[in-house]
């Protein structure tokens, strides 16, 4: 266990917390669970950072770490679908993504090799989107610019799922390749 690891272990933990605070009767339960979301974005940054930068990649952080981002985005997404701050529609497109995409990393670990195709900048910039687009909901943008930033991360989404669809499908034609 290294310090990205530990990073992004404490990003699962922060699931639980957001969706404790976020569904409480406290003053500010919105404000107080984004700033849980804000914290695992922090420690997202960080655990990337500290492991490239002092070599700490492991498999076991290259698998995690995008699990515990997506696991934070569609806990945050249901939270503020079932709040009405987000239209279904919204969950129901990155929702669907993100499920074939814990299906597709799943494919390519247990049936390729132990392939993990790892995080890439459109899935970065998509990331990044999202945070803005729910920093502008909780912090009430105009209603307007903060849909049009919802629908850009949205449509930024969809670009990094098709990016990591042509990754997915070099690899599977190398596998193959290898094979024959």
């Known amino acids: 266990m290294n310090v990205p690891n530990i990073l992004t272990t404490i990003r699962f933990l922060f699931i639980p917390i957001f969706i404790s605070i976020f569904y409480s009767s406290i003053e500010n339960n919105i404000l107080y669970a984004t700033y849980v979301f804000i914290l695992a974005g922090i420690t997202d940054i960080l655990d990337g950072y500290i492991a490239r930068k002092y070599n700490m990649v492991t498999k076991w952080g290259t698998v995690l770490d995008p699990l515990a981002d997506k696991l934070m985005q569609i806990t945050v997404l249901i939270c503020f679908t079932d709040k009405k701050y987000l239209p279904l529609w919204v969950i129901t497109v ?70 990591y669809l042509i990754g997915f499908r070099k690899i599977n034609r190398m596998n193959k390749e290898k094979r024959h």
């Open 94 to 163: 990155i929702g669907i993504k993100e499920i074939l995409m814990i299906l597709g990393g799943l494919f390519l670990y247990y049936f390729v090799d132990k392939t993990v195709i790892p995080a890439n900048k459109y899935g970065k910039i998509a990331t990044v989107s999202f945070y803005i687009a729910i920093l502008s909901i909780v912090f009430k943008v105009n209603k307007l610019i903060s849909y049009l930033l919802v629908l850009a991360a949205v449509i930024l989404t969809l670009i990094a799922f098709i990016n």
